[in-house]
T-cell receptor
Framework: DVKVTQSSRYLVKRTGEKVFLECVQDMDHENMFWYRQDPGLGLRLIYFSYDVKMKEKGDIPEGYSVSREKKERFSLILESASTNQTSMYLC??????????FGQGTRLTVV | KNEVEQSPQNLTAQEGEFITINCSYSVGISALHWLQQHPGGGIVSLFMLSSGKKKHGRLIATINIQEKHSSLHITASHPRDSAVYICAVLNYGGSQGNLIFGKGTKLSVKP
């Protein structure tokens, strides 16, 4: 079974904190993605990576950065968390052009 | 206009009913996903299809490439089918696996 594991299910952070969301997949997938999901807006792509150390901006990269030092791990970084970054964050991975597998999601609240 | 439109947005059904969720898209695609998201957040890929029809248990997905339309059917619906169903397309130019998502259909099946 493909597993995409996100490090936390729920997180509460303070405004201005640096926040790390970690995602690990165990199927040697080239592609990894970070999305956020908000009511009425659906899933929106923040960043994706198609190889180690490679990254591409998605639709809403502002306020976020990413790191992919190893193939299996893709980290999303909120440099200075703000309340408008309160959201559900979903990680996914895939082989190019193939079905994507999603993690269980991290519900982040910034207070 | 959104590139991927789903209907209906919300759907309430009685247990045992036949359910249809529709997805229309406006871009060229190489494949279409149907995803299921239960309360709590995790997303599961139900189907990935690029032509014709696929069936898994009580779930059936069809796609008409010429009409740019797909449907997800649930036969003999059950309360455990209650979830958000999301249509996502793999853009024809999206060789890296980037998906474009519909906003989802929230299904509630009453016993």
């Amino acid at each position: 079974d493909v597993k995409v594991t996100q490090s936390s299910r729920y997180l509460v952070k303070r405004t201005g904190e640096k926040v790390f969301l970690e995602c690990v997949q165990d199927m040697d997938h080239e592609n990894m993605f970070w999305y956020r999901q908000d009511p009425g807006l659906g899933l929106r792509l923040i960043y994706f990576s198609y190889d180690v150390k490679m990254k591409e901006k998605g639709d809403i990269p502002e306020g976020y950065s990413v790191s992919r030092e190893k193939k299996e791990r893709f980290s999303l970084i909120l440099e200075s968390a703000s309340t408008n970054q309160t959201s559900m964050y979903l990680c996914a991975s895939s082989l190019p052009g193939r079905a994507a597998f999603f993690g269980q999601g991290t519900r982040l609240t910034v207070v | 206009k959104n590139e991927v439109e789903q209907s209906p947005q919300n759907l309430t059904a009685q247990e045992g009913e036949f359910i249809t969720i529709n997805c229309s898209y406006s871009v060229g695609i190489s494949a279409l996903h149907w995803l299921q998201q239960h309360p709590g957040g995790g997303i599961v890929s139900l189907f990935m299809l690029s032509s014709g029809k696929k069936k898994h248990g009580r779930l059936i997905a069809t796609i008409n490439i010429q009409e740019k339309h797909s449907s997800l059917h649930i036969t003999a619906s059950h309360p455990r089918d209650s979830a958000v169903y999301i249509c996502a397309v793999l853009n024809y130019g999206g060789s890296q696996g980037n998906l474009i998502f519909g906003k989802g259909t929230k299904l509630s099946v009453k016993p």
